[in-house]
């Protein structure tokens, strides 16, 4: 582990390359798993706000979804998380014309139509932050649908917290960031 301020860093984070392969994966971090993604309260609110400037890039299965039961729900973990379509996909996903699936969050800001990228949990992906009473706890979620990534990481030679320097930098701040990078030339890490 390493300690930088109030966070405790996996060291997964510096050992291990990633880099995200969306033409292999097909965006299935977007897809598989048990519940939605985990957002922040104020994050709800956005999401809300912006809901009428993406409704239209959603799919028409997600819209049922939100008119249904609302755009996030409690997770069996007490976290808020988005709301899913049969079990799988974010109501927030929609398709690409090469079948790769994508956030329409991220797809409306990068037009310029929004300023909220994406919820954090989505950028940081496939690190996640859990909150402790006095730390937070930083650590790689390793999933076998990421297993490309870290293929073509090893062959980029990109390690885990270079490929999330723009999502850790947002989360933790630029001094955290260059703090981590540090640490990790000290620990062998290039």
């Not at 598989?32 to 299965?61: M, Q, S, T, V």
Request: hydrophobic fraction near 35%; charge should be negative; glycine fraction near 4%.
């Amino acid at each position: 582990m390493i300690q930088i301020e109030d966070t405790l860093i996996s060291r997964d984070l510096i050992e291990c390359y990633f880099h995200c392969d969306l033409v292999q994966c097909k965006g299935a971090c977007c897809i598989e798993g048990e519940a939605g993604a985990p957002i922040e309260k104020e994050e709800y609110e956005i999401l809300r706000n912006i809901l009428p400037d993406i409704w239209n890039k959603l799919l028409p299965e997600a819209q049922a979804v939100i008119n249904r039961q609302g755009i996030a729900y409690i997770d069996i973990e007490n976290d808020m998380v988005t709301s899913i379509v049969d079990g799988k996909n974010c109501v927030f996903t929609c398709y690409d014309a090469d079948g790769i699936c994508r956030c329409a969050i991220e797809k409306t800001y990068n037009e310029g139509l929004i300023d909220f990228r994406k919820p954090m949990s989505c950028h940081l992906y496939p690190v996640r932050v859990k909150r402790f009473k006095y730390y937070h706890a930083v650590n790689y979620d390793r999933q076998k649908i990421c297993r490309v990534a870290e293929l073509l990481g090893e062959k980029k030679q990109t390690r885990l917290y270079q490929h999330l320097r723009e999502p850790l930098i947002r989360k933790f701040g630029d001094e955290w960031y260059h703090a981590l990078a540090r640490c990790a030339k000290e620990l062998c890490c290039k």
